[in-house]
Nanobody
């Protein structure tokens, strides 16, 4: 249902963009979110976006990450700028009960 792409290894201060393609049947009317989970830590909300483009961000990423969506393409994006080593985690997109397969983001210092 949710297919992610993007991610990888980047130096601190660098940028990456994650994408998540969702089924068009349900995408346009639902909130979509990005979560992340670092080893030994619980999964945490990174950002979410409503069908009307209202966004919510974790304090730790405000001003650095941008979530966006294309209802025409049923895709949600996470643009990550000024990445920090503490952003290293596996990132997941989420819509209702469905989760993407996960994408590793590693930021080297």
């Amino acid at each position: 249902q949710l297919v992610q792409s993007g991610g990888g290894l980047v130096e601190a201060g660098g940028s990456l963009r994650l994408s998540c393609v969702v089924s068009k049947i349900i995408f346009s009317t639902k909130d979509v979110a990005w979560y992340r989970q670092a080893p030994g830590r619980p999964r945490e909300l990174v950002a979410s976006i409503s069908p009307r483009y209202t966004t919510v961000y974790a304090d730790s990423v405000k001003g650095r990450f941008t979530i966006s969506r294309s209802n025409a393409n049923a895709t949600v994006y996470l643009q990550m700028n000024n990445l920090k080593p503490e952003d290293t985690a596996e990132y997941f997109c989420n819509l209702l009960k469905w989760w993407g397969q996960g994408t590793q983001v590693t930021v080297s210092s």
